[in-house]
T-cell receptor, first 113, second 116 residues
Framework: AQSVTQPDIHITVSEGASLELRCNYS??????LFWYVQSPGQGLQLLLK??????LVQGIKGFEAEFKRSQSSFNLRKPSVHWSDAAEYFC???????????FGTGTRLTIIP | DAGVIQSPRHEVTEMGQEVTLRCKPI?????LFWYRQTMMRGLELLIY????????DSGMPEDRFSAKMPNASFSTLKIQPSEPRDSAVYFC??????????????FGNGTRLTVT
């Protein structure tokens, strides 16, 4: 069975600082990996996805993520955060032939001035 | 594109009452998912449909929960009778045709259910 671990429940970052949110997955074959963002009172919005090919993927809002098979990780990064990035971030894993995504428990990001 | 539309946004009901949550997926999307979000359990997939047919309902917690998709533009999630532990935010999501798991999910804004 596939699973996702987001080890950080809550992260606080100063505006303008760099950000890295961690995600580790467990899956026997090549996974499909996603990062979603959820603003308060809203549904989840896709930031980026990885299926194959280049292990560094670019997403919306200046986010990127790197797939590292050897570490079973898919960490999300942003060079300089903005106050509007404050939200909850979810990593998710899926697989070819399976539409069921398994979501991590989320990381809440707080931005301080 | 209006996005995935869920109604109501908020529902407060008493234990034992029937609750019906509604979802209109994005036009042209052929897969529809119902998720439940709680602080304790995070995001859980309850059931999903493909071309209006339920594919996997293994996440439906109990027989009190049922879901239907009578046509491509409408789905309901019903809880009867409701219990306080059903209190959560329920999300509907849809995705467009494509290779399995290749199409991203588009989420609605959710229905916040409170059962007293």
């Amino acid at each position: 069975a596939q699973s996702v671990t987001q080890p950080d429940i809550h992260i606080t970052v100063s505006e303008g600082a760099s950000l890295e949110l961690r995600c580790n997955y467990s899956y026997g074959a090549t996974p499909y990996l996603f990062w979603y963002v959820q603003s308060p009172g809203q549904g989840l919005q896709l930031l980026l996805k990885y299926f194959s090919g280049d292990t560094l993927v670019q997403g919306i809002k200046g986010f990127e993520a790197e797939f590292k098979r050897s570490q079973s990780s898919f960490n999300l990064r942003k060079p300089s955060v903005h106050w509007s990035d404050a939200a909850e971030y979810f990593c998710a894993v899926g697989a070819f032939g399976n539409e069921k995504l398994t979501f991590g428990t989320g990381t809440r990001l707080t931005i301080i001035p | 594109d209006a996005g995935v539309i869920q109604s109501p946004r908020h529902e407060v009901t008493e234990m034992g009452q029937e609750v019906t949550l509604r979802c209109k997926p994005i036009s042209g999307h052929n897969s529809l998912f119902w998720y439940r979000q709680t602080m304790m359990r995070g995001l859980e997939l309850l059931i999903y449909f493909n071309n209006n047919v339920p594919i996997d309902d293994s996440g439906m917690p109990e027989d009190r929960f049922s879901a239907k998709m009578p046509n491509a533009s409408f789905s309901t999630l019903k809880i009867q009778p409701s219990e306080p532990r059903d209190s959560a935010v329920y999300f509907c999501a849809s995705s467009e045709p494509g290779s399995r798991a290749n199409s991203p999910l588009h989420f609605g804004n959710g229905t916040r259910l409170t059962v007293t």
